[in-house]
């Protein structure tokens, strides 16, 4: 079974989303991280979903925040 694909997009001023960046290598999952601030590509995509960050992907799965918080 092919292991699905780990994106979380952040912002740099985000505590919550280093409490997500802590647990997903905590966690032992690999991820891509897309800091929203860096490309405005990334930006647009957040967008279409929320206006919050951490938004996680896994695989086809969308969360916005990380257990509960965001940032």
Do not use: S
Not at 40 to 58: A, G, M, N, S, Y
């Amino acid at each position: 079974m092919a292991e699905e694909k780990v994106i979380l997009y952040t912002a740099p001023t985000c505590g919550v989303c280093d409490d997500a960046r802590r647990g997903l290598r905590a966690e032992g999952i690999e991820f891509e991280e897309r800091d929203v601030m860096k490309k405005q590509e990334w930006f647009d995509d957040v967008l279409k979903h929320t206006i919050f960050v951490p938004l996680l992907f896994r695989g086809d799965k969308m969360e916005i925040g990380w257990k509960g918080a965001v940032g």
